[in-house]
């Protein structure tokens, strides 16, 4: 049983930085079969990939969020980060960390098969 647990959310101003936090425990981290991820629904919206890693640490970034945002995973830990800086109005959302098995560094969310309760993230402006 994959459990992960999202942390980290909350409501900051436009230019504003956080950092979201996903404990993976079990080593699923540490799994070559396994790739991690973070996606992200805003209201009324389809769920949309954010950034991937891969079990070799490959990494792919949605366009959106190229430059802003920095996926990283520590296995020591069994935590997945997403720090998020420069955060405008339209990044707001709720923010799921996923697992997927044989998944490389993809962003579908069809190939996630393990998922976490999300996290709330709001920017103002």
């Known amino acids: 049983q994959v459990q992960l647990l999202e942390s980290g959310g909350g409501s900051v101003q436009a230019g504003g930085s956080l950092r979201l936090t996903c404990v993976a425990p079990?080593?699923?981290?540490?799994?070559?079969?396994?790739?991690m991820a973070w996606f992200r629904q805003a209201p009324g919206k389809e769920r949309e990939g954010v950034a991937a890693?891969?079990?070799?640490?490959?990494?792919t970034y949605a366009e959106a969020v190229k430059g802003r945002f920095t996926a990283s995973k520590d296995k020591a830990r069994d935590t997945l980060y997403l720090q998020m800086n420069s955060l405008a109005p339209e990044d707001t959302a709720i923010y799921y960390c996923?697992?997927?098995?044989?998944?490389?560094?993809?962003?579908?969310?069809?190939?996630?098969?393990?998922w976490g309760q999300g996290t709330q993230v709001t920017v103002s402006s």
């Open positions: 890693i891969a079990s070799d640490s490959r990494t």
């Open positions: 079990g080593g699923i981290l540490s799994n070559y079969e396994y790739s």
């Open positions: 996923a697992a997927g098995r044989w998944v490389a560094d993809r962003l579908s969310p069809r190939e996630y098969s393990h």
